[in-house]
């Protein structure tokens, strides 16, 4: 079963092409790490998913074509999450989550209909932040913002979630908070797709791993597969230590290759 | 903290936002109470509401109801739309130096009824001079948000809302030179300050329904601006459609700063300084701030044309020159605190 399905999937920016041909058909309820060397598209193919730029090719969601979808629906189906949670105004944490419901029609924070409040608070405890909800976003420490621009895409209740760097500039405990919270919603029947540079976190909470190069998708599988020694040599120029814990894949980048 | 604690403060947060406004608009009611009062001859606030109902003596009628009442009715709602201009300008562009008169919007809608008067193609109170207006404000606003493309930092909106007034001022100015009849060039001088003295019913005619269609547009794209806070690129994700959202505000703004300086002028800054002073006491939300801004922005231009009849002074100070006297300083307070968004400063 897919719910995310892209042919030949090509953007270009400018005069340069971006992304070529991209193929995938990713099932719900799963976690899929999208990993590659800067510039090699990652963002790029996040913001066509959600149908932030134009792009050549189909994107079918849920079995529809995202271009036959109206801004508001397409809202509703992709929660995204931008790199660096940027909030210009010094805003209730509480408004912020509750952004989340913007794409429901419910557009005013004051007066969430009951059905959204109750999926802002869900959200709020799902992260934690329940206890946050009054202070000033721009007050809060970059772990707090982090997990509070999680809420806002929770409260999406959307079947994807595309998140951009999530961990990016986090502590470690932080980075874990934020994973586990994606990878909860994925056990909940979403489909999460999570751009990151942490190839660790990747192999450990994801069911499978997209690998991006210059725009082509070059590898892809369960994470030990699509990060094989192959893989990091020709894409990521590294090796890295490999190894088993807890069942789980390790994966530590260890050098520059040769 | 529990979820029902939050929701209670979040009430508490709502009452006080109801309360401020609800001051604000009784501030408004009395200003606007001494500007009808106030003049050659003056009225008590008393003697002003049974004129305005129809008791009192004919001569306090007709003072109140036919001179000066148009005037008020202007300074109200000229002073609303710049507030709520200089609002949602902020709220688009998520910095709170945005304001129509930075970005030129005046001085261009100025511009555009110079033009028309100069070339002889209208008197001062035809539709012709507003939608003059109102098509020059249109083109300096798309020009400065074309020219400093999306996510533009303050400085770039800063020098080309600069380049832009300063283009507005020259092509006026060269209307002046051109110009070889001195009524003409009288009649533009009366632009470029800005007044309120002396209008007429038909004045209120020629541009309140440009400033009230303004301030409907603006107003109906407010949620939008909260879910702006969050950049142009989420805001675009979670259904908010930017591209439309700009063209719908460029038009709100132009509709209303054209309609207004058709009939008075520039009068500058109130756009700024509103939303500065009611953050305090409202918040930060930019949606919410839309209408305490427009209030705020009544108070201060009813405020300023009265003060402008009670400072004794040998001729008429116009009250465009004194916004631009408040508001200026005002601009660089507002430059120093935000120097470090600026970039680089020693902050």
Known sequence: ?258 | MSVHDVTITAEIAARRRISSAAALAALVGLLSLISLGIGPVRLSPVTVIEALFGGGSDVAQTIVREIRLPRTILALAIGAILGLSGAALQGLLRNPLASPSLFGAPQSAAFGAVLVIALGLADVRSYALPVAAIIAAFGSVFALLAIAGRNAGLLILILAGLAISSLAGAATALAMNLSSNPFVVLEIAFWLLGSLEDRSFQHVALALPFIAAGAIVLFSQRHAFRALSLGEETAQSLGVDVGRLRLFVIAGVALGVGGAVAVTGTIGFIGLVAPHLMRPLIGHDPARLLVPSALAGSALLLAADIAVRIIPSTSDIKVGVLTSIIGVPFFLYLIMRERRALGGGVA
């Open chain 1, 1 to 258: 079963m897919t719910f995310l399905v892209t042919r030949d999937l090509s953007v270009t920016l400018g005069s340069r092409r971006v992304l070529h041909d991209i193929a995938l058909a990713l099932p719900p309820r799963h976690m899929v790490a999208l990993v590659g060397p800067n510039g090699a598209g990652k963002t790029t193919l996040l913001r066509a998913l959600a149908g932030l730029l134009p792009a050549d090719g189909a994107v079918e969601v849920g079995g529809d074509v995202l271009s036959s979808l109206s801004l508001r629906e397409r809202a509703r189906r992709f929660a995204y999450l931008p790199q660096g949670h940027m909030v210009h105004w010094p805003l209730p944490a509480r408004d912020i989550v509750a952004l989340g419901r913007y794409p429901h029609g419910a557009t005013d924070p004051a007066r969430l209909p009951a059905r959204d409040a109750e999926a802002v608070r869900r959200a709020m405890q799902a992260v934690d932040v329940v206890e946050l909800g009054d202070r000033r976003v721009t007050e809060l420490s970059g772990g707090e913002r982090g997990r509070i621009a999680l809420a806002r895409v929770l409260a999406v209740e959307a079947p994807v979630i595309l998140a951009d760097e999530p961990t990016a500039a986090l502590d470690p405990r932080y980075q874990i908070d934020v994973i586990k919270g994606l990878r909860a919603a994925a056990d909940t029947g979403v489909l999460v797709v999570v751009v990151t540079h942490d190839l660790g976190l990747a192999a450990r909470f994801s069911d499978s791993v997209l690998v991006l190069k210059e725009g082509r998708l070059v590898s892809q599988g369960s994470p030990a597969e699509a990060l094989s020694e192959r893989v990091l040599t020709e894409v990521f120029r590294i090796s890295a230590y490999r190894a088993e814990y807890q069942r789980e894949a390790v994966i530590v980048p260890w050098s520059e290759s040769r």
